[in-house]
């Protein structure tokens, strides 16, 4: 099903509805590319975002959402590749983790808050 491809700056929300974040390239990504949209560079699975306002609770410990970590999970593009690597698309899910790297849920991506000129499949 085509989506649209996500870029550096698209912004997701976290499953809890109350933080959201915003998509960066990773640390352990590949080397920069010229793959742009809008001008910023498009995300593979290998990238990150970082979460803020999220306010989940498990018991009396606050564990937040605080990153959102796009590789092994959902389904990214299966026909647009960056320097090898699957391109993430606005219906790929990514896991929302706490400081504390526990999954805290899957994220959302508004269609309102990522580029809307390029789709991918």
């Known amino acids: ?3 649209w491809m996500l870029h550096a700056s698209a912004t997701v929300q976290c499953t809890h509805a109350t933080g959201t974040g915003v998509l960066r390239r990773g640390v ?3 080397p920069a590319h010229e793959v742009l949209l809008s ?3 498009a995300l593979t699975i290998d990238d990150v975002g970082d979460v803020m306002g ?3 609770m498990v018991g009396s410990k606050p564990q ?3 990153t959102v970590d796009y590789f092994g999970k959902g389904v990214p593009s299966s026909r647009v590749t960056i320097l090898g690597r699957p391109a993430i698309l606005s219906s790929t899910a990514g896991m929302g983790k706490s400081a504390d790297q526990i999954p805290g849920g ?3 991506t508004p269609a309102v808050k990522c580029q809307t000129r390029v789709v991918a499949e």
């Open 39 to 41: 001008g910023l560079h």
């Open 64 to 66: 937040p959402c605080t």
């Open 106 to 108: 899957p994220v959302m």
């Open 28 to 30: 352990a990504a590949a």
């Open 1 to 3: 099903m085509p989506a």
């Open 54 to 56: 999220c306010a989940f």
